[in-house]
């Protein structure tokens, strides 16, 4: 394992073992199931630095709810064992919840995490979250030691680190995930190819896009938005040599050739409706870095930017408690010819696919 993921997984790992501990009533088990965590997310090698601890807690809750729900054929699932925490009363609460209420108040009530941020981990809507907390809470409202205190605190924190034991276990698993996920890959890499052959000539000859094909690999192709809820201030790596970052006041972000710029949230927003900003410069290599301000009352479920090479997907930050804007971008190759900055447009769609707000050709 190298030394950067290492030093990582030591920083997560006392908080993700007091998380599984409360999810699964176990020491064992909880152990288990942090080093699956940590093992899925590093045979991925490509988690970007700042995502790490969102992706692992992501697979330590999603690895939870997996083996809880998962259906026996022809038998019903006895409940699992739960032990509680002698620290914590509240624990025994958790013990008769079914698994995604218990994730949501585990989540929510120990590891402080908003409905927002829940529900981007469970790949739910806020909603649902908010129903599964709201149950959660009244179950712990009727607990006697509910408003006691110290129902974030449940038992000592170990100081940061990771058993030495646990790291080559960790990295085994995750060689081993490696490996069985390039072979299903190669599998249906070759599968598609040949059944989808004769479909992708003709959409490659239908697209139009102008490119050359020469860089590859542009961005993502038009799927629901990734959207990642940041603290104030939190730099985030979005494209090779650029850095976005947010504060109440708006976008900032930073380039090679334009460091520490700035955009106030409500600037271009049109009354109570919704209005979307774009700004494109060069980032490093011949790339180009496009962001921007979304402002409105409702979210963002997509956000598409049209360039002459084609529809692409945008990823988007919002800061936690919903302030009613967040930003977008993403990175596209740099054409030589004259003019593509003009015929950029970025649209924003919620979840039914409904227009929220686009940009006019930009300058």
Same mark, same amino acid.
């Given at each position: 394992m190298d030394d950067e993921f290492t030093a990582r997984a030591g920083e997560y790992w006392p908080r993700l073992t007091r998380t599984a501990r409360l999810l699964t009533g176990d020491s064992a088990d909880a152990e288990r199931l942090a080093r699956a965590a940590l093992a899925e997310v590093y045979a991925r090698r490509r988690t970007p630095r700042d995502?790490?601890?969102?992706?692992?807690?992501?697979?330590?809750?999603?690895g939870f709810l997996r083996s809880r729900t998962r259906p026996f054929i022809g038998t019903r699932r006895a409940p699992e064992p739960y032990a509680a925490g002698q620290f914590d009363p509240l624990t025994e609460v958790l013990a008769a919840l079914p698994p995604?209420?218990?994730a949501?108040?585990?989540?929510?009530?120990?590891?402080?995490l908003s409905h927002r941020e829940i529900a981007a981990l469970l790949n739910s809507s806020p909603g649902a979250v908010k129903a599964h907390g709201r149950r959660a809470l009244k179950a712990l409202r009727a607990h006697p030691a509910y408003g006691a205190g110290g129902r974030n605190e449940p038992g000592?924190?170990?100081?940061?680190?990771?058993?030495?034991?646990?790291?080559?276990?960790?990295?085994?698993?995750?060689?081993?995930?490696?490996?069985?996920?390039r072979r299903t890959t190669a599998v249906l890499t070759t599968i598609c190819a040949l059944l989808l052959a004769p479909l992708a000539v003709g959409a490659v000859r239908g697209t139009g896009s102008g490119g050359d094909g020469g860089d590859?690999?542009?961005?993502?192709?038009?799927?629901?938005?990734?959207?990642?809820?940041?603290?104030?201030?939190?730099?985030?790596?979005a494209a090779p040599g650029a850095e976005v970052w947010l504060t109440k006041d708006g976008k900032h972000w930073s380039t090679p050739k334009g460091p520490n710029q700035f955009r106030p949230a409500g600037e271009g927003s049109k009354g109570s409706g919704a209005a979307i900003t774009l700004e494109s410069e060069p980032a490093s290599g011949k790339r180009l870095f496009h962001s921007g301000v979304l402002q409105g009352s409702r979210e963002a479920s997509r956000v598409e930017l049209t360039t002459p090479d084609g529809t692409f997907t945008a990823?988007?930050?919002?800061?936690?408690?919903?302030?009613?804007?967040?930003?977008?971008?993403?990175?596209?190759?740099?054409?030589?010819? $004259?003019?593509?900055?003009?015929?950029?447009?970025?649209?924003?769609?919620?979840?039914?696919? $409904?227009?929220?707000?686009?940009?006019g050709p930009s300058s």
């Open positions: 995502d790490a601890e969102f992706y692992v807690r992501r697979a330590l809750v999603r995604r209420r218990r949501v108040a585990v989540l929510h009530h120990w590891d402080g000592p924190v170990p100081p940061p680190g990771i058993p030495a034991a646990v790291i080559p276990a960790v990295e085994e698993a995750g060689r081993t995930r490696r490996r069985s996920r590859g690999g542009d961005t993502t192709p038009v799927s629901r938005t990734a959207v990642r809820v940041v603290t104030a201030g939190e730099r985030v790596s990823r988007v930050l919002t800061l936690a408690g919903s302030p009613g804007w967040s930003v977008w971008y993403a990175d596209t190759r740099l054409q030589d010819g $004259k003019g593509q900055l003009s015929e950029i447009t970025v649209k924003a769609y919620d979840s039914a696919g $409904k227009l929220l707000a686009q940009t």
